[in-house]
């Protein structure tokens, strides 16, 4: 069965820092684009940032300004997210995605999210 | 920055059609996918790349797109269907989600 389990969420006060982890199973993760997607407490979605298989292409939404930072162990299959510089408003469930295929397609498998609280 | 217009809500009656909207700036020229979200749940792709379904997914859902408007289409409605509807679209550099619409099903 396809898994990917985020961990590493919680509570942090402000200007503190976290890393989020996304643990893969399933699927040859090393074949795949991934993606962070977060949603605030009774908000919509937010893109947050991408990483391409190799980790050549690597974008970001503009309102983080550099202080998150995504990348990614193939060897562990694994994703991850190093925040910095938390502020209130990164508060939110912080969603790992797959894309599809390559890194303009749809994100076609999610994990169930982990809480981070600043 | 590019945005996506969607209605806040859309409500159908049992076994009719619902059509919830997504409106961008030349929208027609890309793709269009569409996830559906439920309380308490991750989100689940239901269309991608405009009208194409994963599998699992019911034949009762489609996508279509026009020059300034997507649109998901859910025949038959169903109780089940019921979540929040988000389209999607990659501009540039950036991906994009629109701000989702409610779909009850009453």
């Known amino acids: 069965d396809v898994q990917m389990v985020e961990s590493g969420g919680g509570l942090v006060q402000t200007g503190g820092s976290l890393r989020l982890s996304c643990a893969v199973s399933?699927?040859?993760?090393?074949?795949?684009?991934m993606n962070w997607v977060r949603q605030a407490p009774g908000k919509g979605l937010e893109w947050v940032s991408s990483?391409?298989?190799?980790?050549?292409?690597?974008y970001y939404t503009d309102s983080l300004k550099g202080r998150f930072t995504i990348s990614r162990d193939n060897a562990k299959s694994s994703l991850l997210l190093q925040m910095n510089s938390l502020r209130a408003e990164d508060t939110a469930v912080y969603y790992c995605?797959?894309?599809?295929?390559?890194?303009?397609?749809?994100?076609?498998?999610w994990g169930q999210g982990t809480m981070v609280t600043v | 920055s590019y945005e996506l217009t969607q209605p806040l809500s859309v409500s159908v009656a049992p076994g009719q059609t619902a059509r919830i909207t997504c409106g961008g700036n030349n929208i027609g020229g890309k793709s269009v996918h569409w996830y559906q979200q439920k309380p308490g749940q991750a989100p689940v792709l239901v269309i991608y790349r405009g009208n194409n379904r994963p599998s699992g997914i019911p034949e009762r859902f489609s996508g279509s797109t026009s020059a300034n408007t997507a649109t998901l289409t859910i025949s038959r409605a169903q109780a089940g269907d019921e979540g929040v509807f988000y389209c999607?679209?990659?501009?540039?550099?950036?991906?994009?989600f629109g701000g989702g619409t409610k779909l009850t099903v009453l």
């Open positions: 999607h679209v990659w501009d540039i550099t950036t991906w994009v």
């Open positions: 990483i391409s298989t190799s980790s050549s292409y690597i």
């Open positions: 399933g699927f040859t993760f090393s074949d795949y684009t």
């Open positions: 995605a797959r894309s599809r295929v390559g890194i303009r397609d749809a994100f076609d498998i």
